[in-house]
């Protein structure tokens, strides 16, 4: 493989534009659930990465890390230090995943497989090796970091840079429990002082239009905060899908952020706002 920046579509459960694995200069960036990391493998042939760098450690992102150490045993996996005990240790994870989907677990996620503890580079809040620097960048998941290549000043963002399919709008994903509207406001901002070339997100692909883009999530993301605190889970689902009404890539973008998911971790942010506001 060449040192170019290369989109791998995952094809997460059969579906186009769901989950994007990136890859550039012989980094893997999110390899995505196991459930599809088979098509990631084939997509990487032969030649070892030189690492696995990870967002943040949900399953959509991570799942498929261990996958990879097991082909090739002396790959690293980076991982901020609040998800590392999470790589090498999964069942808590597991568990976590299982009261959300049931039975659906293993057909959504695979097999999730532990990153032997000498195979896990953890990272700091801020950092540089490579020809990448890495930041701290919470509001989405308290163990995201958001990724820079150097050469091509192209940021993987993960999800604090929101999702965003074809035409579609810049939406946040919001699931329990780790949402901070504040924080990812920060992080948004943080994103934005590297100036990036460009965004590279797992949902889905890469867009030049950098301050347009975190605008409009910023916006976003105080829009449906709102829409959560005055509304119950009904009411909010029905919002998002009216947003996505009309969207060409509306199914991949349910996908890659369910709408029933998405109250829940804006519901428990408002609630430990609240809590905190009675201390």
């Known amino acids: 493989m060449t040192g170019l920046h290369r989109e791998i ?60 150490v097991r082909r090739w045993p002396a790959l ?31 057909t959504l996620w695979g097999d999730i497989v532990a990153v032997p503890e000498a195979n896990v580079r953890i990272l700091d809040d801020d950092g540089a090796a490579g020809g ?21 000043g192209i ?13 579609g709008p810049v939406l ?5 429990p780790d949402i ?19 965004l590279a997100i797992a949902h889905f692909g890469t867009y030049t239009d950098v301050e347009r883009h975190l605008g409009d999530l910023h916006a976003a993301l105080d829009r449906l905060a709102e829409v959560a605190r005055t509304s119950d889970e009904a009411t909010f689902e029905a919002h998002v899908r009216d947003l996505l009404a009309g969207v060409d890539e509306r199914d991949a973008y349910f996908s890659a952020m369910p709408p029933g998911t998405l109250h829940g971790g804006l519901s428990r942010y408002w609630r430990n706002r609240h809590t905190a506001q009675q201390q």
Request: proline share 7%; aromatic share 8%; charged share 20%.
């Open 132 to 152: 990448m620097r890495w930041a701290w960048t919470p509001g989405h998941a308290v163990h995201h970091v958001a990724y820079l290549h150097e050469d091509t």
């Open 180 to 198: 901070d509207i504040e924080a990812w406001h920060r992080s948004i901002d943080l994103v934005a002082r590297w100036r990036p070339s460009a």
């Open 172 to 176: 946040p994903p919001t699931p329990p």
């Open 155 to 167: 940021a993987f963002a993960g999800d604090v840079a929101g999702v965003r399919i074809g035409r």
């Open 76 to 106: 690293e996996v980076w991982v901020h230090r609040n998800g590392a005990r999470h790589v090498i240790d999964p069942s808590r994870l597991v568990a976590s995943a299982t009261r959300i989907y049931g039975d659906q677990m293993k």
């Open 9 to 68: 579509d995952t094809l997460f459960q059969g579906r186009p534009h769901a989950v994007c694995t990136h890859w550039i200069d012989g980094f893997v960036v999110d390899p995505g659930p196991d459930s599809s990391v088979a098509n990631v493998l084939d997509a990487l042939g032969d030649e070892q990465p030189r690492a696995v760098l990870l967002t943040h450690i949900h399953l959509d992102h991570a799942g498929g890390a261990g996958a990879l």
